[in-house]
């Protein structure tokens, strides 16, 4: 029988359980046959948390309706810790694979509600001004020693990228530390092995 192709997808459009479901269905040969690296279909899908991200200085917060915070840009990473942490089954297999990459590319001006954070920020602070940064990716390769990750194993990962990677460090948010973006969303799939994480505000 003839091989058909698998589909191809961007990693912007869809999540990692929707892409290996896709590809899954799209492929005649027998599942145990395919040995691509991922996520357990649904097996991270309930696990929430945000980021409790310390720093050396004060932030500026910003009042409801509109509320989160900004770092100013002397201020230096102190900590970043796990917080509001939901996990049904904590020793559910989550990743299979020997590895997995986690990529990241730090925010920069013109994303997502840069204007509106800007204007209030001057409003707050008529003095403050911020600084451009060079966009830059990080990365970093974590081995998994039984050919999978657990929910838990999966968290601490992404705590560890957190810390040790220079993403979080890096003052790429409107010239400091980017403490906005701290919410949990889900792992977004790059390509085999390689995955970068979602995190809303």
Do not use: Q
Not at 12 to 31: E, G, S, W
Not at 164 to 193: L, P, Q
């Amino acid at each position: 029988m003839r091989k058909r192709h698998v589909a191809h997808f961007t990693f912007c459009d869809y999540k990692i359980d929707t892409t290996i479901r896709t590809i899954v269905t799209f492929h005649r040969t027998p599942p145990r046959f395919y040995k691509m690296s991922g996520f357990v279909v649904g097996a991270f899908d309930n696990v929430t948390f945000s980021l409790k991200v310390v720093t050396t200085k004060a932030s500026i917060t910003f009042p409801p309706p509109f509320g989160g915070r900004i770092e100013y840009k002397d201020a230096e990473l102190v900590s970043v810790e796990v917080n509001n942490l939901v996990m049904e089954e904590p020793d559910k297999v989550a990743y299979i694979g020997n590895s997995i990459e986690i990529f990241m590319h730090s925010p920069m001006f013109g994303y997502e509600s840069w204007d509106l954070i800007h204007f209030m920020t001057k409003m707050l602070i008529p003095t403050f001004e911020y600084d451009e940064v060079e966009a830059m990716p990080f990365k970093k390769t974590f081995e998994c020693p039984n050919g999978c990750l657990t929910c838990s194993e999966m968290v601490e990962l992404v705590i560890d990228f957190e810390r040790t990677s220079g993403h979080r460090a890096h003052k790429s948010w409107f010239g400091g530390i980017d403490c906005k973006w701290v919410n949990f969303e889900g792992m977004r799939y790059v390509f085999d092995g390689v995955y970068c994480i979602k995190y809303g505000s």
